[in-house]
């Protein structure tokens, strides 16, 4: 059973930085996705940032985060990591990590974590 567990989330100002994490556990198979994806208050969630590996080391990122945000894996860990910086206050949503079989494909992660808030204040 996959299970994805977040931390890292919590309160900074603006032009601060956090880094999220998300370690996954069921997940073995050697070409996987693993992506972070957000939802602010009354608005739909969002594709944030994907890594794909197993078969070639992609990353993909919505325009807003781009030069922001970078996301990473340690496979030994299982774990990948969301670094965002240069934060403003749009960027307050909760984050999720999800996973799937195979390359990125942003409509279809079956698996998610419970997710973790970030708070961004100006």
């Known amino acids: 059973q996959v299970q994805l567990v977040e931390s890292g989330g919590g309160l900074v100002q603006a032009g601060g930085s956090l880094r999220l994490s998300c370690a996954a556990s069921g997940l073995t198979f050697s070409r996987r996705s693993m992506g972070w994806f957000r939802q602010a208050p009354a608005k739909e969630r969002e594709f944030v940032a994907a890594?794909?590996?197993?078969?070639?080391?992609?990353?993909y990122y919505t325009d807003s985060v781009k030069g922001r945000f970078t996301i990473s894996r340690d496979s030994g860990k299982n774990t990948v990591y969301l670094q965002l910086n240069s934060l403003k206050p749009e960027d307050t949503a909760i984050y999720y990590c999800a996973a799937r079989v195979g390359p990125h494909v942003v409509n279809d992660y079956p698996y998610w974590g419970q997710g973790t808030q970030v708070t961004v204040s100006s």
């Open positions: 890594i794909s590996w197993g078969f070639s080391d992609n990353t």
